[in-house]
């Protein structure tokens, strides 16, 4: 692929929690803004690949150990992962190293974002042509709100004594945190010149066309369809995409993204500003598509040669 492209990707979720820390609560920085990290962006992705029969390695998957009598459900290891996509192959020492970056090159979310892989001996790191930023949270009325939940089953362990006994005859309590509403903007850049030493190695052939309409297409729509109890509530609702020369270099985009909540019955409002940095670079830039959700959302943007699309229907507006 000749060319980088940069954007940005939102997320919308209403009463649901799209990135939760160790606490339960939506991701937040030391001052209290909410975001949700690269990893919440990527995961859904690679589910939908998963689901499309692609080969994806970062990801977790379970199987069955037999430990003397017992058996339990664990996940596999990155060593079993690997040899469980690319069966026959096998890891172990003295494997081919220039096999296994083969193979792994042919993993969807290896050929996108990267990979960290040092097993029995072959130390890879692998920088990804797909880089996505953190997604911070635009809408200022955001605010966590916590569930109460009964369990319809008692606690059958037999713990503690006198009064915590007593309670443990009772449904156990669970807790559902989500936000009232939050708007994630996500930057993002490709830029397929990081692997020119592996096509050089001829272990793969590049990030191609085909690559990025992958991507692309996982990118509009992963975050709606994986309809999980937390994220049921979150979607894709923006998608900027600027396609450029290679030699192009074009920063943040998301920091020239505003969110303003509609009032009551109107629709939210984004605002795109970026067209006078895009404009200085009309000659190297391509081609620019704005996606966006036209059931909530009234898009307020100043660059005159987007092309506009539905981000449900992918038809032009």
């Known amino acids: 692929m000749n060319k980088r492209v940069y954007g940005v990707l939102g997320i919308s979720s209403v009463m649901a929690n799209w990135n939760a820390d160790f606490s339960g ?188 309409k992958k991507f692309k297409e996982a990118s509009l729509c992963a975050a709606t369809a994986f309809a999980t109890n937390a994220k049921l509530g979150c979607e894709n609702e923006f998608a900027l995409f600027v396609e450029t020369k290679e030699e192009t270099y074009l920063p943040n985009l998301a920091a020239y993204i505003d969110f303003v909540k509609g009032d009551k019955g109107q629709k939210n409002q984004i605002i795109i500003h970026a067209d006078e940095i895009l404009s200085q670079l009309a000659d190297k830039i391509d081609a620019v598509e704005i996606y966006f959700n036209r059931n909530t959302t009234e898009l307020v943007s100043d660059i005159t040669t987007a092309k506009l699309l539905d981000i449900f229907t992918l038809q032009e507006v």
């Open 25 to 212: 609560y939506p991701k937040s920085t030391s001052d209290g803004t909410v975001f949700g990290s690269d990893k919440a962006f990527k995961y859904p992705m690679k589910k939908m690949w998963q689901e499309k029969g692609e080969k994806v390695l970062y990801i977790k998957s379970m199987k069955l150990s037999k430990d003397k009598e017992k058996i339990t459900v664990v996940p596999r290891s990155l060593t079993e992962r690997y040899e469980h996509i690319f069966n026959p192959s096998e890891i172990k020492k003295g494997t081919d190293s220039n096999e296994i970056l083969k193979n792994l090159f042919h993993a969807i979310d290896v050929k996108n974002f990267g990979a960290t892989f040092a097993e029995e001996g072959n130390n890879f790191s692998i920088t990804g042509a797909v880089q996505i930023g953190q997604g911070m949270n635009k809408y200022e009325g955001t605010e966590a709100e916590e569930q109460q939940i009964l369990s319809p089953f008692r606690d059958a362990s037999d713990k503690g004594k006198g009064k915590d006994k007593e309670e443990a005859k009772n449904s156990t309590l669970g807790t559902k945190i989500v936000s009232n509403e939050a708007h994630y903007f996500y930057p993002f850049a490709i830029n397929p010149a990081v692997y020119n030493d592996f096509i050089e190695m001829g272990v793969t052939e590049g990030y191609t066309e085909e690559d990025y």
